[in-house]
């Protein structure tokens, strides 16, 4: 295609957050995060350059869990594998649709990258993720999306067809075994909702440590005018959806915790609920046990669960579990596991039903994913990294463009507001929930329409530069 680019320079900057309080979530809490912003200039054919620019946080307790490795430890990797991935696309010599480059990148790159770091890191702390290097990648696959988008001064989301792909999904994709479908002649625009919405229900998230009522009060809490008690968010936010983090390796406390935020939910007239397990459970017994037990003594509560999010091990090929026992009670949604398309056609014959998508495991592996799942017959949600200043806006645009079963997850405003104060300006209705929605109408131009030179926000020093 005459459109086809290819990457020409990346500079890498790293944007440290703190969380006003706790997140916690299985086994992990954060308290501070790193995300990485990546500027991506492409060409195209005819020498035309554009600037793309992609972001994520770095969640090393999300996408790199340990018991025995701390925060900066992961991190540092995660950082030396950004210049590394910056090196690697200056180098990537390809020229095509993003969702070529995308693909191809993390398919014959990115492997032999993470070997070369694990190589170099091993001694130190371990072989880092493939879900972490996922993350690390995320930022840069978004970038050329957008400089796609930038180049050709329209919606990115507009070019996901047979006028600018030079290749079918076919190409990309296979359905699963025995399956009477066929993607030849298929694009992502064919599994895209058409309009995409114009404003998101939002989901809170009830981490481990988010306190619940008066009593769980110390006078340790921050005072900076934001709610600290659900009830305040529910009320202040307009909230509808409540997003339930839970334990795993005790069952009493996550029932216990179900329970307490599912009677404030009915008080203060939330409609739905999920749970989340975070890859904690290793036999559905364990899911099915409270399942059970909460439909037998909170009918009210039960019927408020709207799907149960990744009980089990993410590691999907390592950890083959039958869970089709969970999904025959509640929707099971895969999250961490997801990594590919391929581990979805995995996941559904053990039995899920449903693929929770991120933008921090690509922009382009979350479109492949989407089509595959969509082509099956499982329901999709689009969920947080807890994403703030402009990973937010390709998050919520993935979900408006999904048409996922409820809403968007966002969260970033309840752990790190501050940190978006900038972007908020420009796009008031993104980073705070009004009426228990996100509004994406600011949202216009180029690319994934940012709106880039209207925010005013001062960057750090380049952490790393290339050009070919």
């Known amino acids: 295609m005459k459109t086809d680019i290819s990457p020409v320079s990346v500079d890498v900057y790293f944007i440290p957050v703190e969380t006003r309080v706790p997140l916690k979530f299985g086994t992990q809490v954060v308290t501070h995060v790193t995300c990485v912003r990546v500027c991506v200039t492409v060409a195209n054919k005819q020498g035309k350059r554009a600037q793309g620019w992609g972001e994520t946080p770095l969640s090393a307790e999300w996408a790199w869990p340990s018991s025995s490795l701390g925060h900066n430890e992961r991190n540092e990797v995660m950082e030396d594998f950004c210049r590394m991935l910056a090196q690697a696309w200056v180098d990537f010599d390809r020229q095509g649709h993003p969702m070529e480059l995308g693909h191809d990148f993390i ?40 400089a796609y988008g930038q180049l050709l001064g329209r919606d990115v989301y507009t070019t996901y067809n047979a006028e600018f792909m030079n290749t079918d999904l076919s190409d990309f994709i296979e359905p699963a075994e025995n399956a009477d479908i066929s993607f030849a002649g298929k694009y992502p625009e064919d599994f895209l909702a058409a309009p995409p919405a114009k404003a998101l229900p939002a989901w809170h998230l009830v981490g481990g440590k988010d306190l619940l009522d008066t009593s769980e009060l110390t006078g340790q809490e921050p005072d900076d005018g934001y709610p600290v008690l659900l009830p305040d968010w529910i009320k202040r936010d307009g909230l509808t959806c409540l997003k339930v983090k839970l334990r795993g390796n005790d069952s009493s406390w996550d029932y216990e915790r179900l329970i307490k935020v599912g009677k404030i939910a009915i008080e203060n007239n939330v409609v739905w609920l999920t749970s989340d397990f975070n890859c904690t459970v290793t036999d559905p017994a364990y899911v099915n046990d409270i399942l059970d037990r909460l439909v037998q003594e909170h009918p009210r509560i039960y019927q408020q669960l709207l799907y149960v999010e990744q009980p089990f091990p993410y590691n999907l090929e390592e950890n083959q579990i039958d869970v089709h026992s969970v999904s025959a009670r509640k929707p099971l949604f895969m999250d961490e596991s997801a990594h590919d398309w391929k581990i979805v056609r995995l996941g559904r014959k053990l039995g899920w039903t449903g693929v929770a998508l991120k933008t921090c495991k690509t922009q382009t592996g979350a479109l492949l994913s989407l089509c595959w799942a969509k082509a099956h017959g499982m329901t999709l949600m689009v969920q947080d990294l807890t994403n703030p200043m402009l990973a937010q806006i390709p998050h919520v645009l993935l979900a408006a463009h999904a048409g996922t079963i409820m809403g968007v997850e966002t969260n970033a405003m ?48 380049k952490a790393a530069s290339f050009e070919k």
């Open 107 to 146: 398919e014959s790159i990115m492997p032999g990258l993470l070997d070369q770091l694990n190589n170099k890191w091993t001694e130190q702390v371990g072989p880092m993720p493939h879900l972490a290097a996922l993350v690390c990648s995320s930022a840069f696959d978004v970038a050329i999306h957008d």
């Open 414 to 461: 309840q752990f790190y507001p501050a940190a978006s104060a900038p972007e908020e300006v420009v796009h008031p209705g993104l980073y705070r929930r009004r009426n228990g929605q996100v509004d994406l109408s600011t949202i216009n131009g180029p690319g994934f329409g940012y709106r880039l030179d209207e925010i005013k926000r001062d960057l750090p020093e």
